[in-house]
């Protein structure tokens, strides 16, 4: 027998699954800790969501094999069927032609040359908030950048006042959604009916996202609005190179509340967890302070700027290998092999960036954060496929370089007007969502001299 006509049943179940919820209460409970701990078990390592079994792989080399090598014998699979009622079949969630179709239709909204247009909301919608500050002030940094990047987002893909009820729903209702959306999809499907709060808010914010969004849709086709440069004229005024077809409302709908998911909670994630780090990190934060000022001096940070700009890059690549995306997941659309096994079709597959991101055997002391790994020197020693926090492979994140440059741009400008200190007492704990978010993370602002 070869090696790779073993099949599923010889997979290492991972321990404490119970009945009915499988490892569905473990990942309530505690699904950093669980998804980290799964490495132990081996690469590759069975859990049960309620009774389907889900096969969690967990060395780079596998994801590899699924995002990138094996990538057509997938789709998207289940985490992302749960995130239907909110994204619909946008981008992140279709599969197949589907998915090809609206890639090549989505692709030139992130065009370097579009980038350059919404830079400058980015640098506007910053200064801004910096300007709203006032010495000695306490500020929720979550929720400041919570509310930077949903602007900046909605601001790129609504330039006109049409837009604002969707900025303003988009504003009240993602949070909601992002928060329930771990637990909804680890749990068995049955529980989905019940009527318990984490279902009732889901579903009711997801509802109101899409009404509004909607509305704006079809307001701004029926106005004939569609001259200017947001994402919302480009999708409307879109046509398939091959086909000459347009996306529909319902389908313009999708793609918009997909980006606004896809890129509101990852940002601000990861811009709080920057600044909580070059507080607890003074040397970094002084590194950084010269840099900005060297390279953009008083004046306003400008998209130039940003690949000059390279000890803030390190400075993020850091904090988004340490707090990256929770868990992904596939459905195998053909027969497949993974690590010397062999399944079926319809098998579902998990993995996590997060938990691959914090393997000692890819990063010494993974949970130190070091920004100097990303020295060009040493990041010659991290090989491609074991840093991947945007994904790999056919389904990698379209939006990249837009929050490259918007995260680059968010601190380069605050940082120069201010220097923020923790709050004591605080400290920021992870909570999984679609990334490890820091629960609150209060600072003081106190105005910078140099
Ligand atoms: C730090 C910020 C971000 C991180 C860490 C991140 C991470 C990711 C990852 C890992 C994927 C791949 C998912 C998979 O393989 O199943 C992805 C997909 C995606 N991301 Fe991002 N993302 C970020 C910001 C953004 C932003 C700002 C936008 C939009 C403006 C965006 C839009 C998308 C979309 C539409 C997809 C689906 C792509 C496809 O399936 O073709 N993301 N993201």
């Known amino acids: 027998m070869s090696v790779a006509t073993i099949g599923p049943e010889s997979v290492p179940r991972a321990p404490g699954a119970v009945p009915l919820l499988g490892h569905a209460w473990k990942l309530w409970r505690d699904p950093l800790g669980f998804l980290k701990a799964l490495r132990e078990s081996g690469d590759i390592v069975r859990i049960s969501l309620g009774t389907m079994p889900v096969y969690v792989v967990t060395s780079s080399e596998l994801v590899h094999e699924v995002t990138v090598r094996q990538a057509r014998s997938f789709e998207k699979g289940r985490l992302f069927d749960r995130l239907r009622p909110l994204a619909g079949n946008g981008l992140a969630t279709a ?38 500050w006032t010495p000695g002030q306490e500020v929720e940094m979550e929720q400041a950048m919570a509310g930077y990047a949903v602007e900046t987002l909605a601001k790129s893909l609504f330039s006109t006042d049409i837009g604002l009820p969707a900025v303003e729903a988009v504003r009240e209702n993602l949070p909601v959604v992002l928060k329930n959306m771990l637990i ?49 004229s480009v999708l409307l005024a879109a046509r398939d190179a091959e086909t000459g077809e347009a996306l529909t409302d319902t389908e313009v709908r999708d793609e918009l509340s997909t980006i606004l998911f896809a890129g509101a909670e990852t940002t601000a994630s990861t811009l709080a967890w920057t600044f909580h780090e070059l507080a607890r990190h003074p040397e970094v934060e002084r590194q950084l302070v010269d840099e900005i000022h060297e390279v953009v001096g008083d004046r306003p940070v400008a998209v130039e700027d940003v690949p000059r700009l390279v000890a803030v890059r390190r400075v993020l690549d850091e904090v988004i290998r340490l707090h990256g995306v929770t868990m992904l997941m596939r459905r195998a659309t053909a027969p497949v092999e993974l690590g010397g096994h062999r399944f079926p079709e319809g098998t579902e597959v998990a993995f996590s960036l997060y938990a691959m991101h914090r393997d000692p055997a890819l990063y010494p002391d993974p949970d130190r954060f070091d920004p100097d790994r990303w020295l060009p020197e040493r990041r010659e020693a991290i090989a491609r496929q074991s840093y991947i926090p945007f ?34 007492g605080h400290t920021p704990r992870e909570v999984a969502s679609a990334v490890a978010h820091p629960d609150r993370v209060p600072m003081i602002v106190e105005p910078r001299t140099r």
């Open 95 to 132: 599969g197949g032609e589907e998915h090809r179709r609206h890639r090549r239709l989505i692709q030139p909204l992130f065009h370097p040359q579009r980038i350059q247009l919404y830079a400058s909301v980015m640098s506007d919608n910053a200064q801004a908030l910096a300007d709203s």
């Open 184 to 232: 909804r999809a680890a749990s068995p499907k049955f529980l989905d009916r019940l009527p318990v709060r984490a279902n009732r808010d889901f579903d009711a914010a997801a509802a109101r996202l899409r009404r509004v969004i909607d509305e704006v849709v079809a307001t701004t086709r029926r106005s004939g609005a569609t001259g200017h440069n947001d994402l919302l």
């Open 391 to 424: 994904g790999a492979g056919n389904r990698k994140c379209i939006g990249d370089a837009f929050v490259w440059t918007e995260a680059t741009i968010a601190l380069a400008t605050i940082l120069a007007k201010w220097r923020l200190r923790p709050v004591p």
